[in-house]
């Protein structure tokens, strides 16, 4: 099991960019796929993207291209990087957590961080 603190988000204007971080407690490892959800107001959580095991799987086709998921170990931290910004991705970004590999729907994670609102807006 692992705690996952999120940070890094705020109110953008369209085209703009942000970089989200997870901080993971007390470690990192490599078995640990760390995927980046989102949940826009009246909808359901969504995938986004994930890194395991060296591998990075998109489920959205909206964010490839825009964002980048990266992860450090030894700092025990996982980024996402988002370019190009649009009023779409306002929403509050969830990290987290499964053993093994990585999979699209939240069910299938146990361990979240408690979100960051990104809000993308002119």
């Known amino acids: 099991q692992v705690q996952l603190v999120e940070s890094g988000g705020g109110m953008v204007q369209p085209g703009g960019s942000l970089r989200l971080s997870c901080a993971a407690s007390p470690r990192l490892m490599d078995f640990h796929a760390i995927s980046w959800f989102r949940q826009a107001p009246g909808k359901e959580r969504e995938g986004v993207v994930c890194s395991s095991s060296g591998t990075i799987t998109y489920y959205l086709d909206s964010v490839k291209g825009r964002f980048t998921v990266s992860r450090n170990n030894a700092k025990n931290m996982v980024y996402l990087q988002m370019n190009s910004l649009e009023s779409e991705d306002t929403a509050v970004y969830y990290c987290?957590?499964?053993?093994?590999?990585?999979?699209?729907?939240?069910?299938?994670?146990?361990?979240w961080g408690q979100g960051t609102q990104v809000t993308v807006s002119s």
């Open positions: 987290a957590a499964r053993v093994g590999d990585c999979g699209e729907w939240d069910i299938w994670y146990n361990d």
